[in-house]
């Protein structure tokens, strides 16, 4: 029997992950544990959605096991979706949308608008809690789904490729606050993108996803040239982020811009 | 007018009960279905479940002899439910496993169920009369035995809405996250049984017409007036009641058919709800 690590919150073994019988992944092993800032890198189309919702129970793995360490669990994570597509003119609130993100936590009424609150106050959002999602920009809708996710108040963070949306000025506080939490909190993130330079910033652990297999490890040791280019299919330059260096964090706020 | 409306319930008492249970059903069921912008399949649903239908009154009326099982009205229920239940199983489960679009399946199964329930019945001389009324909602039959089924229905389904209503909104809206949060990778094959066990079983009572206007309209007005989506699985069955009160007792006193007049003044609510919407959005 495997020794109980209770820093493991999410692993795989010999994972084959596709849609219906098309396999798209093969031979996947990943343990993330509690702490880490892993990045799945990769093209578009490489399967890199379609490992994450694999490993969270969205899709049925095809072959091998997928899912959360021992002391770990749903209840325990926050997941941002690459899209949430509500039905036209669907009536919600940015309050009803991020409660929503609440279920399966047995909370009171006044646990649950303490935690909404929260949450869209770490977006900047606080003060539209109760304006309506269609009146809210495209940077603002997607800033109450993390607010949604952030919300239970996860050890593990699932966010799969939410900047599509958002300008420079947003997208950069999102990710100063989701480095901000990794490190003081050891919040553990798994971050589908393919912005490498974002990648080379913030990753503790990276995920190169390319040929329908992956390749796993320590961010140093993966985020150099020649495998970039193996993964990438071209020379990929990793130009650092002024500002944004992980060893000196410098934080922005998110308000007025969308 | 009320007096006779009273009067009349020894007559109609059961039917004007199955109606209201119908209303308050599906009113709750459709919040599900038009917060998922899936109303069309309500309707294929709905036209699947006559063609079920047409085809237990040929096989009744053809191949048994009189007093058989399978001239029943039972009979007729338990196929109209059958159909209505694998269409909904069908069109959950094609468009998860991106066979083809929602839409694609429901209008293929809408047209064949409308074409198919026709011809089945052509040459049989009571039976195109039947199908036709059963379109057209002309007539809600319903025994005491529709009516204990339906409120038992009522009650299971407006049990599991209290209870696990953030679930149902979260998975409606946003089922990846729904599944990541612990909802059940089955819950879209339990819920399409679920809505195709009410809408064919409220087909065989009150009709196509009746069926799937209590499904879509107090959904959409709820849509209209409430502000967050929540409220709407209060509003929707309550319009939907009320005016399928207001209908019985309207048709009763005017002498049209109440389902008509039922889904007429629902079209009139949502016409208001939108230009309601409308004057507020400017």
Not at chain 2, 246 to 262: E, I, K, P, R
Request: glycine content about 10%; aromatic content about 8%; hydrophobic content about 55%.
């Amino acid at each position: 029997m495997a020794p109980f690590d209770a820093e493991l919150l999410l692993s795989c073994r010999d994972l084959v992950a596709g849609h219906g019988r098309t396999a798209v992944l093969r031979d996947v092993t990943l343990q993330v544990r509690a702490g880490e800032f892993w990045f799945l890198l990769g093209t578009n189309a490489t399967g890199k959605s379609t490992l994450l919702a694999t490993l969270l129970g969205v899709l049925p793995p095809l072959r091998g096991v997928a899912g959360y360490g021992p002391g770990s669990g749903c209840a325990e994570l926050g997941y941002v979706p690459q899209r949430c597509e509500l039905a036209q003119n669907l009536p919600t609130t940015a309050h009803e949308l991020v409660a929503l993100g609440l279920v399966g936590l047995p909370l009171s009424r006044a646990e649950r608008d303490e935690r909404v609150a929260d949450a869209l106050g770490q977006v900047g959002l606080r003060e539209q809690a109760h304006r309506s999602y269609w009146s809210m920009s495209g940077g603002q809708r997607q800033r109450v789904i993390v607010a949604r996710a952030l919300a239970r108040r996860p050890r593990l963070l699932c966010v799969d490729e939410p900047m599509s949306h958002l300008d420079l000025v947003t997208e950069r506080a999102l990710l100063e606050l989701f480095a901000r939490r990794n490190r003081e909190e050891g919040l553990a993130i798994v971050y589908v993108s393919h912005d490498v330079a974002v990648a080379a910033a913030l990753a503790t652990h990276v995920a190169l996803v390319h040929h329908g297999g992956l390749e796993a490890g320590p961010a140093d040791a993966l985020l150099d040239a020649a495998k970039l280019e193996q993964a990438y299919g071209a020379p990929v330059p990793v130009a650092p982020i002024p500002g944004f260096e992980r060893t000196r964090p410098r934080l922005l706020p998110i308000g007025g811009a969308s | 007018m009320i007096e006779a409306f009273r009067d009349a319930w020894a007559l109609f008492g059961d039917s004007w009960l199955a109606a209201w249970l119908v209303a308050l059903l599906l009113s709750v069921i459709g919040v599900f279905v038009v917060v998922r912008d899936q109303i069309f399949v309500g309707a294929a649903i709905a036209q699947a479940s006559t063609l079920g239908i047409a085809l237990g009154l040929c096989l009744g009326s053809e191949w048994s002899s009189e007093g058989s099982f399978f001239r029943s009205d039972s009979f007729l229920s338990i196929v109209a439910v059958l159909f209505a239940v694998a269409t909904a199983l069908v069109t959950a489960r094609g468009g998860a496993a991106r066979f083809e679009s929602h839409e694609a399946i429901t209008g293929f199964i809408f047209l064949l169920g409308g074409s198919g329930a026709l011809l089945v019945i052509a040459h049989s001389p009571h039976g195109l009369d039947d199908v036709q009324r059963l379109l057209a909602s002309s007539g809600i039959g319903a025994t005491r035995r529709d009516v204990f089924v339906l409120a038992l229905l009522c009650a299971t389904t407006l049990a599991f809405v209290a209870w696990r209503r953030r679930e149902l909104l979260l998975f409606a809206i946003d089922p990846a996250t729904a599944r990541a949060l612990g909802v059940r990778r089955r819950a879209d094959l339990m819920a399409a049984a679920w809505l195709g066990l009410a809408l064919g079983l409220s087909m065989r009572v009150s009709g196509m017409l009746y069926a799937f206007g209590c499904l879509v309209l107090p959904a959409l007005i709820a849509k209209s007036l409430c502000r967050a989506a929540l409220p709407m699985f209060v509003a929707a069955p309550l319009i939907a009641v009320v005016a399928s009160m207001a209908a019985a007792w309207l048709g009763h006193a005017g002498d049209f058919n109440q389902a008509q007049v039922a889904v007429a003044l629902l079209c009139g609510l949502l016409a208001a709800a939108w230009g309601g919407r409308a004057l507020r959005g400017r």
